[in-house]
Structure formats: structure tokens, C-alpha cells
């Protein structure tokens, strides 16, 4: 069960946000595609406008794509197999048209589509996939991890002619939860689990170290570039969020103030706001406010996905959820003349204004 995190990064503090199903208030949300279950969600880090949702209609599954931020949705799934699940979306940074995604089922696999969703090629066939990201600059290299710990194909591979060889990453064995995390502005810096060891490489993937922290998730980590933090989701013993200052040598817990299992992430694509479902830190993750929707009722939240103002979040059950963090406000009406609208920084600063800098004259008010 995928749990989340995101964060943004602004120029004075940090913002770290993870989900937990409890509870919460804060943000006003609409039900913008109402599904049983969307278990991913993720956008173009170079166009935001572009998302893609898999869904899982528990005897099939179907994957969505947006090209107004999530607003509205049409389905890309056409020659796609009968599935159980889409587990994985990557999204290439530098060609959006080009997407990998994992499908769990009999007819299962990693399938490629370099036209939008409009064809898919399967690229590696197994039943059981976990993730798969394409590497940042260059999208014919590839790795994807293989669950299934009774199976000979589990364990993490590495592709550099965009899936028509495959070499397997022998150093991580092939324990079920082989999982992997590029960072998107240092590639040859990769982080990787396999139950229940967590795993980094400083060359690109050819040399493993193991790190001093076990059930870590490598989907479930952040990589604060501005801070040189690295955060993870831990489950299991000890769970909860921890963060690295020193690339992996050492892990601190953060205080997150309830039981959790972070699992999956979502970072802002502009650097600006972010949710979960819904805890938040603005102190890099030492406490942390409750924050989000009532009526999802302690409901699992599957996929997140942050970009400036706008939040998707899939909720189990409901569907996916869309939340503007700065949204447009009411209409205004100004009063001209004598004792209408007032404001003391344009008409008498002379200064430009906002419709907050407006007000009707102070005796009314």
C-alpha cells in the first residue's frame, strides 16, 4: 500500500509533507476523476501541464493522461494488456511524449510509449514489476526493479539502449522490494532498496554501498539538492521519516508525530508549494501540522503529485482529488467616486496595486 510524501524547497526553510490516513483540514479540494482506485500519479518535470494516473479497476487496469494539470483526463491505455495494476510511471525529463510504466499481472512487464500514450511496446515482460525510472539526460538508459521474492527474474536492471538488453545488478541481490531513485540533478548518485537492505551508488549504478539503515524505501526518499538533505520513509521497526546530511553515512529520525509508513514521494516540480494527505513541515520534518480533507474519512492516499500551486492526490475509493494552494480570488468590485473604494498605497503612494490593496473607505468598514 503506497503511502506518500512531498516536499518543496523555498529559499529560507524546507516543507516536507507525507500522508497518513487520519483525518484532517486544511485545503479545499474537488473530486476532479472519481475511480475506485488510482494508485499513481506524476507530471512532466519540464511541462506540469502533462500528468499521468494509472487506475486499477481490480479486473483490469487503465492509465490516464492530462494535458490542463490534472483538471480533466482521457484514457492512453489502448493496446495495453488486461492487468492487475500499473505500479510505476516515469516520465523522460527532456522528451515528455516519452513514458515507461510497470504493469503487474500475467501479461505484465515494463512498456515503453514514446508518442504520448499512443502505442506501447513491452520492453521487459515479468508479472511482477516494481518501479522503473528513466535516467534524467538520457532516456535510452533505464532501471527497473523486478519484485517477487520467490521468482529467479526478481532483483533491480540496467538498460542503455532503451530496453532491448538488460543487465541484471547482481551486487543488490534479489530480495521483493527492488526499487530505485535517480537523482534528477546528479544521475550518477542513486539510491536503491532490497528488503531490507537500502543501497547508493556515486557512479551511475555500476558500484552499490550498502547505508546503515534498513526497510527504507528508494521511492521513498527526497533529494533536497539546495540543502544537501536526502530524506527517506522508513517502515517497518522504527518507522517514519529520516534524514541524511552527509549523502547516506549517517540517518536522523524526525519527529513526525504519529505511526506512519512513508512510502512514496512527490516533489514539487517548481520549487514551490506541496501536500500530502496530509502532514506538513516547514522545519525540514522536526514537527509537523495536520493538514488536508475531512471527508476522505482515514481513506489510504495511493499517488501525490506537487507542481507550484497545484496537488492531485488519489484517494482510495474516491478517486483523484485537486487542490490549488494559492487559488484565484472572488471577483472585486470597485466603487469609483467620493467615498468608494479606497486604498492608501495607490491612490495616495500612487504605487501599482493588488485587489487587496483595495477596501471600501474606512467609516464603512
Known amino acids: 500500500m503506497h503511502k506518500v510524501i512531498s516536499f518543496l524547497v523555498s529559499l529560507f526553510c524546507l516543507n516536507i509533507f507525507f500522508s497518513n490516513p487520519l483525518q484532517a483540514t486544511g485545503l479545499s ?13 506524476t507530471s512532466s518535470s519540464t511541462n506540469n501541464s502533462i500528468v499521468y494516473a494509472s487506475i486499477r479497476k481490480w479486473v483490469d487496469i487503465d492509465i490516464l493522461k492530462s494535458i490542463d494539470s490534472g483538471k480533466t483526463w482521457i484514457s492512453v491505455k489502448n493496446n495495453l494488456p488486461v492487468a492487475a495494476d500499473i505500479n510505476w510511471i516515469s516520465i523522460s525529463n527532456n522528451h ?23 502505442f506501447w511496446s513491452k520492453i521487459f515482460s515479468a508479472p511482477t514489476p516494481r518501479s522503473v525510472a528513466i535516467h534524467p539526460n538520457n532516456p535510452d538508459i533505464m532501471f527497473i526493479g523486478i519484485g517477487g521474492s520467490n521468482s529467479g527474474q526478481s532483483g533491480l536492471y ?22 530505485i531513485n535517480i537523482n534528477p540533478l546528479n544521475p550518477n548518485f542513486i539510491l536503491a532498496d532490497s528488503d531490507p537492505h537500502f543501497y547508493r551508488s556515486t557512479d551511475g549504478g555500476i558500484n552499490w554501498s550498502q547505508m546503515p539503515i534498513d526497510h527504507a524505501s528508494s521511492t521513498g526518499s527526497i533529494f533536497d539538492n539546495i540543502h544537501s538533505v536526502i530524506y527517506t520513509g522508513k517502515y517497518e521497526e522504527n518507522k517514519g521519516v529520516y534524514a541524511s546530511y552527509n549523502n547516506g553515512d549517517t540517518w536522523i529520525p524526525k519527529n513526525i508525530g504519529t505511526s506512519v509508513d512513508p512510502f512514496h514521494i512527490s516533489q514539487d516540480k ?9 502532514w506538513k513541515s516547514i ?16 481513506r489510504n492516499t495511493w499517488g501525490l503529485d506537487v507542481a507550484g500551486d497545484r496537488i492531485l492526490v488519489s484517494v482510495e475509493g474516491l478517486g483523484i482529488y485537486y487542490a490549488d494552494t494559492n487559488p484565484e480570488p472572488d471577483p472585486v468590485v470597485f466603487i469609483p467616486g467620493f467615498l468608494g473604494s479606497w ?17 471600501l473607505m474606512p467609516i464603512f468598514t
Open 283 to 298: 522545519n525540514g520534518g522536526d514537527t509537523w501540522t495536520n493538514v488536508g480533507q475531512n471527508d476522505w474519512l482515514g
Open 96 to 118: 515528455p511524449d516519452t513514458i515507461a510504466i510497470s504493469v503487474w499481472g500475467t501479461n505484465g512487464g515494463i512498456f515503453l510509449s514514446e508518442n504520448g500514450g499512443l
Open 343 to 359: 486604498s492608501y498605497k495607490g491612490l495616495i503612494e500612487n504605487q501599482s496595486t493588488t485587489y487587496a490593496d483595495w477596501e
Open 29 to 41: 479540494w474537488s473530486l476532479v476523476y472519481p475511480t475506485r482506485e488510482s494508485t499513481y500519479i
Open 158 to 179: 540496467k538498460t542503455t539502449d532503451k530496453g532491448l538488453t538488460w543487465q541484471k545488478i547482481s551486487q543488490l541481490g534479489s530480495n521483493n522490494n527492488s526499487q
Open 270 to 278: 517548481n520549487g514551490g508549494g506541496g501536500i500530502g494527505k496530509l
